[in-house]
Protein backbone atom coordinates (compact mmCIF):
# COMPACT_ATOMS: atom_id res chain seq x y z
CA UNK A 1 0.00 0.00 0.00
CA UNK A 2 2.83 2.86 0.86
CA UNK A 3 4.58 1.99 -2.17
CA UNK A 4 1.71 3.06 -4.04
CA UNK A 5 2.45 6.83 -2.68
CA UNK A 6 5.26 6.74 -4.05
CA UNK A 7 5.22 9.57 -6.85
CA UNK A 8 5.34 8.91 -10.53
CA UNK A 9 8.69 9.99 -11.36
CA UNK A 10 10.16 7.73 -9.34
CA UNK A 11 8.47 4.84 -10.32
CA UNK A 12 9.49 5.51 -13.76
CA UNK A 13 13.45 6.29 -12.84
CA UNK A 14 16.08 4.22 -14.42
CA UNK A 15 16.60 2.49 -11.24
CA UNK A 16 13.19 1.41 -10.92
CA UNK A 17 12.37 0.19 -14.29
CA UNK A 18 16.30 -1.71 -14.15
CA UNK A 19 15.28 -3.06 -10.55
CA UNK A 20 11.99 -4.57 -12.51
CA UNK A 21 13.31 -5.88 -15.11
CA UNK A 22 16.25 -7.54 -13.54
CA UNK A 23 13.92 -9.26 -10.91
CA UNK A 24 11.84 -10.50 -13.68
CA UNK A 25 14.96 -12.32 -15.32
CA UNK A 26 16.08 -13.70 -12.29
CA UNK A 27 12.52 -15.60 -12.08
CA UNK A 28 13.01 -16.55 -15.35
CA UNK A 29 16.79 -17.60 -15.76
CA UNK A 30 16.62 -19.57 -11.93
CA UNK A 31 18.66 -18.44 -9.38
CA UNK A 32 21.63 -21.12 -10.22
CA UNK A 33 22.48 -19.41 -13.50
CA UNK A 34 25.58 -17.78 -13.49
CA UNK A 35 26.43 -13.61 -13.94
CA UNK A 36 29.22 -11.60 -14.71
CA UNK A 37 30.05 -10.25 -11.20
CA UNK A 38 32.71 -11.98 -8.98
CA UNK A 39 31.69 -15.86 -9.78
CA UNK A 40 28.07 -14.54 -8.25
CA UNK A 41 24.73 -16.81 -9.00
CA UNK A 42 21.64 -15.03 -9.73
CA UNK A 43 20.46 -15.92 -6.04
CA UNK A 44 23.89 -14.31 -4.85
CA UNK A 45 23.35 -11.35 -6.81
CA UNK A 46 19.67 -10.79 -5.53
CA UNK A 47 20.98 -11.21 -2.20
CA UNK A 48 23.50 -8.82 -2.41
CA UNK A 49 21.33 -6.34 -3.75
CA UNK A 50 19.21 -7.09 -0.26
CA UNK A 51 22.10 -6.81 2.07
CA UNK A 52 23.33 -3.61 0.28
CA UNK A 53 19.62 -1.73 0.28
CA UNK A 54 18.06 -3.24 3.88
CA UNK A 55 20.94 -4.02 5.43
CA UNK A 56 23.81 -0.72 4.93
CA UNK A 57 25.82 -0.90 8.03
CA UNK A 58 27.13 -4.55 6.41
CA UNK A 59 28.86 -3.06 3.92
CA UNK A 60 31.01 -0.90 5.64
CA UNK A 61 33.60 -3.77 5.99
CA UNK A 62 35.66 -2.29 4.16
CA UNK A 63 36.28 0.79 6.69
CA UNK A 64 35.35 -1.14 9.75
CA UNK A 65 36.81 -4.86 9.35
CA UNK A 66 34.81 -6.06 12.65
CA UNK A 67 32.04 -6.04 10.18
CA UNK A 68 32.72 -8.59 7.76
CA UNK A 69 31.33 -11.25 10.53
CA UNK A 70 27.94 -9.28 10.22
CA UNK A 71 27.83 -8.84 6.47
CA UNK A 72 28.58 -12.28 6.13
CA UNK A 73 26.00 -13.32 8.78
CA UNK A 74 23.66 -11.29 6.55
CA UNK A 75 24.10 -12.74 3.08
CA UNK A 76 24.16 -16.45 4.89
CA UNK A 77 20.58 -15.46 6.49
CA UNK A 78 19.46 -14.43 2.78
CA UNK A 79 21.14 -17.22 0.88
CA UNK A 80 18.65 -19.83 3.22
CA UNK A 81 15.20 -18.04 1.57
CA UNK A 82 14.05 -18.92 -1.92
CA UNK A 83 14.44 -16.81 -4.72
CA UNK A 84 10.73 -16.54 -5.69
CA UNK A 85 10.51 -14.51 -1.70
CA UNK A 86 14.02 -12.68 -2.39
CA UNK A 87 12.77 -11.31 -5.23
CA UNK A 88 9.29 -10.11 -3.87
CA UNK A 89 11.76 -8.32 -1.31
CA UNK A 90 13.80 -6.68 -3.58
CA UNK A 91 10.18 -5.40 -6.01
CA UNK A 92 8.97 -3.95 -2.55
CA UNK A 93 11.34 -0.74 -2.73
CA UNK A 94 10.63 0.85 1.08
CA UNK A 95 8.73 4.22 0.64
CA UNK A 96 11.96 5.89 2.15
CA UNK A 97 13.97 3.95 0.08
CA UNK A 98 12.18 5.07 -2.88
CA UNK A 99 12.45 8.61 -2.53
CA UNK A 100 16.16 8.35 -3.07
CA UNK A 101 16.16 5.18 -5.01
CA UNK A 102 16.72 7.49 -8.66
CA UNK A 103 19.64 9.38 -7.70
CA UNK A 104 21.43 5.84 -5.39
CA UNK A 105 20.70 3.47 -7.79
CA UNK A 106 20.49 3.92 -11.42
CA UNK A 107 23.37 2.81 -12.19
CA UNK A 108 23.39 -0.24 -9.93
CA UNK A 109 20.85 -1.63 -11.16
CA UNK A 110 21.56 -1.21 -14.48
CA UNK A 111 25.29 -2.57 -14.32
CA UNK A 112 23.57 -5.78 -12.59
CA UNK A 113 20.80 -6.03 -14.97
CA UNK A 114 23.53 -6.43 -17.51
CA UNK A 115 25.65 -9.13 -15.36
CA UNK A 116 22.50 -10.92 -15.62
CA UNK A 117 21.54 -10.31 -19.36
CA UNK A 118 25.50 -10.56 -20.78
CA UNK A 119 26.15 -14.02 -18.99
CA UNK A 120 23.48 -15.30 -21.43
CA UNK A 121 25.32 -16.52 -24.70
CA UNK A 122 22.54 -14.40 -26.76
CA UNK A 123 22.66 -11.16 -25.21
CA UNK A 124 22.55 -7.79 -27.60
CA UNK A 125 23.66 -4.66 -26.24
CA UNK A 126 20.58 -2.38 -25.57
CA UNK A 127 19.52 1.08 -26.90
CA UNK A 128 19.52 3.50 -24.51
CA UNK A 129 16.79 6.64 -23.93
CA UNK A 130 18.62 9.78 -24.17
CA UNK A 131 17.38 10.38 -20.46
CA UNK A 132 18.83 7.20 -19.47
CA UNK A 133 22.17 8.05 -21.06
CA UNK A 134 22.46 11.40 -19.23
CA UNK A 135 21.63 9.38 -15.88
CA UNK A 136 24.95 6.74 -16.69
CA UNK A 137 26.79 9.71 -17.90
CA UNK A 138 26.99 11.25 -14.50
CA UNK A 139 28.09 8.05 -12.99
CA UNK A 140 31.07 7.36 -16.04
CA UNK A 141 32.32 11.21 -14.51
CA UNK A 142 32.12 10.16 -10.77
CA UNK A 143 32.82 6.49 -10.27
CA UNK A 144 35.30 6.44 -13.38
CA UNK A 145 37.43 9.10 -12.10
CA UNK A 146 38.20 6.79 -8.80
CA UNK A 147 38.74 4.00 -11.60
CA UNK A 148 41.29 5.81 -13.49
CA UNK A 149 43.08 6.68 -10.57
CA UNK A 150 42.88 2.95 -9.92
CA UNK A 151 44.80 2.28 -13.68
CA UNK A 152 47.23 5.08 -12.82
CA UNK A 153 46.99 6.16 -16.56
CA UNK A 154 45.97 9.45 -18.16
CA UNK A 155 41.97 8.58 -19.51
CA UNK A 156 39.61 10.20 -21.75
CA UNK A 157 36.25 9.30 -22.05
CA UNK A 158 34.10 9.74 -25.47
CA UNK A 159 30.01 9.17 -25.82
CA UNK A 160 29.21 11.02 -29.05
CA UNK A 161 28.87 14.99 -28.09
CA UNK A 162 29.59 14.08 -24.47
CA UNK A 163 33.43 13.82 -23.20
CA UNK A 164 35.23 13.49 -20.07
CA UNK A 165 38.99 13.86 -18.71
CA UNK A 166 38.48 11.19 -16.07
CA UNK A 167 42.69 11.26 -15.49
CA UNK A 168 44.80 14.22 -16.29
CA UNK A 169 48.26 13.89 -18.39
CA UNK A 170 49.77 13.55 -20.99
CA UNK A 171 48.85 10.81 -23.88
CA UNK A 172 45.96 9.38 -22.56
CA UNK A 173 43.86 6.93 -23.25
CA UNK A 174 40.67 7.52 -24.98
CA UNK A 175 37.81 5.15 -25.21
CA UNK A 176 34.96 5.77 -27.35
CA UNK A 177 31.55 4.47 -27.42
CA UNK A 178 28.21 3.85 -26.22
CA UNK A 179 27.70 5.82 -22.42
CA UNK A 180 26.69 2.16 -21.10
CA UNK A 181 29.84 0.24 -22.71
CA UNK A 182 31.99 2.85 -21.53
CA UNK A 183 30.43 2.79 -18.21
CA UNK A 184 30.41 -1.01 -18.22
CA UNK A 185 34.00 -0.96 -18.88
CA UNK A 186 34.85 1.11 -16.27
CA UNK A 187 33.04 -1.20 -13.29
CA UNK A 188 35.44 -3.80 -14.95
CA UNK A 189 32.83 -5.70 -16.83
CA UNK A 190 34.69 -7.68 -20.01
CA UNK A 191 31.40 -8.18 -21.98
CA UNK A 192 31.34 -5.17 -23.72
CA UNK A 193 30.77 -4.08 -27.15
CA UNK A 194 31.10 -0.94 -29.50
CA UNK A 195 34.71 0.54 -27.76
CA UNK A 196 37.87 1.48 -29.22
CA UNK A 197 40.88 2.99 -27.68
CA UNK A 198 43.38 5.14 -28.66
CA UNK A 199 46.82 5.81 -27.19
CA UNK A 200 49.83 4.14 -26.83
CA UNK A 201 49.55 0.24 -26.78
CA UNK A 202 51.80 -0.01 -23.55
CA UNK A 203 49.35 2.22 -21.67
CA UNK A 204 45.99 0.76 -23.26
CA UNK A 205 47.58 -2.92 -22.06
CA UNK A 206 47.85 -1.63 -18.61
CA UNK A 207 44.22 0.30 -18.43
CA UNK A 208 42.88 -3.06 -20.26
CA UNK A 209 44.69 -5.23 -17.81
CA UNK A 210 43.73 -3.33 -14.47
CA UNK A 211 41.16 -5.01 -11.83
CA UNK A 212 38.45 -2.27 -12.11
CA UNK A 213 35.65 -4.13 -10.80
CA UNK A 214 33.26 -2.60 -8.40
Known amino acids: MLTSLIPRPFVHSLAARERAEL ?34 WSQLVQVVPPLASASARASSELG ?14 PL ?41 WLAVSTVG ?31 TGPVSEILLFLCGRSATTGLSFDGSAERIAQLQATQLSV
Open 23 to 56: CDLALSLGGAEPTLCGGWSVKDLVVHLLVRERRP
Open 80 to 93: ERDLDSLVTQLRAV
Open 96 to 136: PLAVVDPALNGMEMFVHHEDVRRAQPTWTARTLSEGDERHL
Open 145 to 175: RLQARRAGVPLVVVAGQRRAVLRRGDAPVTV
